[in-house]
């Protein structure tokens, strides 16, 4: 069984920092591409980041050069090394990953920024 357990969220002002990290199991963790996603209110899930088994990354435009993916490998976790943040990025933030075609969420860590 797939279990995804988000952390790291919480307060925080413009500008700040925060690290958010995802603790994996039930899965071969390397051979997974793991991804985070968010929801503001009233907005639809957005995927955020993704990085592939072998550290491949992705960004939606609106974090490049602000959030970081990044994995490791041996402790089964990813991480969103979130910088500049700003009050748009205020969500709850979920850890993400595909197997045998279905989609598991953990249950998700809220991010709020404050201006």
């Known amino acids: 069984q797939v279990h995804l357990v988000e952390s790291g969220g919480g307060l925080v002002q413009s500008g700040g920092s925060l690290r958010l990290s995802c603790a994996a199991s039930g899965i071969n963790f390397r051979l997974f591409t793991m991804r985070w996603y968010r929801q503001a209110p009233g907005k639809e899930r957005e995927l955020v980041a993704t990085?592939?088994?072998?550290?491949?990354?992705n960004y939606t435009d609106s974090v490049k050069g602000r959030f970081t993916v990044s994995r490791d490998n041996v402790w089964n976790r990813v991480y969103l090394e979130m910088s500049s943040v700003r009050p748009e990025d205020t969500a709850v933030y979920y850890c993400?990953?595909?197997?045998?075609?279905?989609?598991?969420y953990g249950r998700g860590t809220q991010v709020t920024v404050s201006s």
């Open positions: 993400n990953t595909i197997r045998g075609g279905n989609n598991f």
């Open positions: 990085i592939t088994g072998a550290g491949v990354t």
